[in-house]
């Protein structure tokens, strides 16, 4: 992954969603990476993500789904991620996903998209990390703080 490629800008965040279930809230988070110009086609994108999520629920502890793909539809990897207060089953060990982060990455991006993925997961084991993205008062301080914190070597 190239160092100009910043993972999540705020135009990538959106807080206070609600969603009827994974699908939707996938959805909401997967026509912000549209509008960023990340996803040049909605529906391919989200049927790869269907599919992965099919193989294996991306719910983790801590109430964060993490549904992703790697994808021809994806023009450069990516976060979109969105806070959902009433939560969103994603088959988490501990209940409805409150924080669910979208991961895109180019079909031929297979090693940054297990690079984002790792790092993600080695800073959401962390309640000090989920709990600083849900408390976040704006777009702005969830993106610096992932951009910051999330390292992807």
Known sequence: MTSSTTLVTPELVSLGLSAH????????????????GRV???????????AREEQMPTGLPGQVGLPHARSAYVTAPGLAIGT???GVDFAGPDGDAVLVILIAAPANGDEDHLRILAALAR??????FRAALLESP???????TVNREVVVS
């Open 21 to 36: 279930d994974r699908q939707d809230a996938t959805r909401q988070l997967a026509e912000l990476l549209r509008d960023s």
């Open 138 to 144: 704006d777009a702005a301080g969830v993106a610096a």
């Open 84 to 86: 959902f207060p009433e």
């Open 123 to 128: 800073k959401l084991v962390h309640a000090e």
């Open 40 to 50: 040049t086609d909605l529906p391919g994108f989200l049927a790869d993500v269907q």
